[in-house]
């Protein structure tokens, strides 16, 4: 590791691909002849416009967006849209949600502020340890759509199928899997992603809306929370985010110079696999989550004694092993190992682990 870098497993903001920080580097003081870094330029002139188009265009390239879908830049992090969601969708009054563990409870929460919400499964009855079946949900017609968080940052599930909608809208949270798979957007209405997870900087998400859906007739909504502003802006209705686009228009190019989603993929089973295979071998270790559901971005775990995995986590963090600590409603630790942690980093952490157990004749 160079820089004296360490291994950093933190759920977000997190860890950055280090060809994309060294480019940031070197163009920090003067961007391309342009005499200034990005955060010091105008969001209306032509060098950052070239930017943000170019952000859009990769990100459309990596994820195959049709052209019938709009891709806007948006800040107040994911958690706006917990509130935009239901303030521009809910036409009927009424949406349906799949309740599967702290990030689907708080858009539950924010969503009934604006209408109705039917909670149309959860797994809520076992601390979200995995995802209901969604293959015949009882979604009324009049729904507005069908709510999702596709990866459970805190709990460590994903969707490894998505609900049968019933031919509604769905509605996706992919913060913390945002571009770790290909994701074919047409079987969605809306996909958003805060970036801080998987992609960029804190302070933005990602907006992927079926045009359709963007509405014009919603003059007591502030113009600031309308869809229809961002879109009609190109996402610059004020300034937006500069320095959060700058940066993930990098990782989008360096994703596509990588091979894709498709290559991404590969490599995050490979690396979780690792993570895994010591999970259900290991004597003192054991995942929270039922295997079909398993998280490739962040992974629980747990020893069952709750002054055992402190002690763990001293451990991992003397050997250089950062913000594992598992998030308070889990417990235990937490490893999020998102598309920039190599496998080397998932492999040095099994061995640490594997070497607590020896010394704890638990091997
Ligand atoms: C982190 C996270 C959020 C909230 O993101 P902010 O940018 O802090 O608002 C929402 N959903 C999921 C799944 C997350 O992981």
């Not at 894709?260 to 003192?284: C, P, T």
């Not at 986590?313 to 250089?320: C, D, F, L, N, Q």
């Not at 190599?342 to 061995?351: I, M, N, S």
Request: net charge negative; hydrophobic share 35%.
């Amino acid at each position: 590791m160079k820089y004296g870098r360490i291994y950093n497993f933190s759920a977000g903001p997190a860890t950055m691909p280090e060809p994309v920080l060294e480019e940031i580097r070197d163009e920090m003081m003067n961007y391309r002849g342009s005499g200034m870094c990005v955060m010091e330029m105008s969001h209306r002139s032509k060098v950052f416009q070239q930017i943000a188009d170019e952000a859009e265009q990769d990100l459309r390239d990596l994820m195959g967006i049709p052209d019938n879908y709009k891709v806007l830049f948006i800040q107040g992090g994911a958690t706006l849209q917990f509130s935009m969601i239901p303030m521009n969708l809910m036409k009927n009054g009424l949406a349906c949600y799949v309740e599967t563990g702290a990030w689907s409870k708080k858009a539950i929460a924010e969503a009934k502020r604006v209408g109705e919400v039917k909670v149309v499964a959860s797994s809520k009855d076992k601390n979200f340890s995995y995802i209901p079946d969604c293959s015949d949900l009882d979604i009324p017609d009049e729904a507005d759509y069908v709510y999702i968080c596709e990866n459970e940052t805190i709990h460590g599930l994903t969707y490894h199928t998505l609900p049968n909608t019933k031919g509604h809208v769905l509605v996706s949270d992919q913060s913390s899997m945002f571009l770790s798979r290909p994701c074919n957007v047409s079987d969605y209405g809306l996909i958003y992603a805060g970036v801080q997870k998987n992609v960029g900087p804190a302070g933005m998400v990602v907006t992927i809306i079926r045009e359709d859906l963007i509405r014009d007739d919603l003059d007591d909504l502030p113009i600031y929370l309308r869809y229809k502003t961002h879109a009609d802006a190109g996402s610059m209705y004020n300034t937006p985010n500069c320095w959060a686009i700058y940066v993930c228009g990098k990782v989008f190019k360096y994703l596509k110079s990588i091979g894709g989603l498709g290559e991404m993929e590969r490599i995050n089973q490979a690396k979780a696999q690792v993570m895994y295979d010591f999970l259900d071998h290991s004597k003192l270790f054991y995942g929270t989550v039922e295997k079909k559901d398993r998280s490739l971005m962040n992974i629980p775990f747990v020893t069952g004694d709750p002054a055992l995995d402190a002690e763990v986590v001293a451990y991992t963090k003397a050997a250089g092993f950062e913000n594992l600590k598992g998030h308070k409603s889990v417990g235990g630790l937490r490893a999020s190992i998102y598309n920039a942690m190599p496998q080397a980093g998932v492999e040095a952490l099994v061995d640490c682990l594997k070497k607590f157990e020896l010394e704890h004749g638990k091997e």
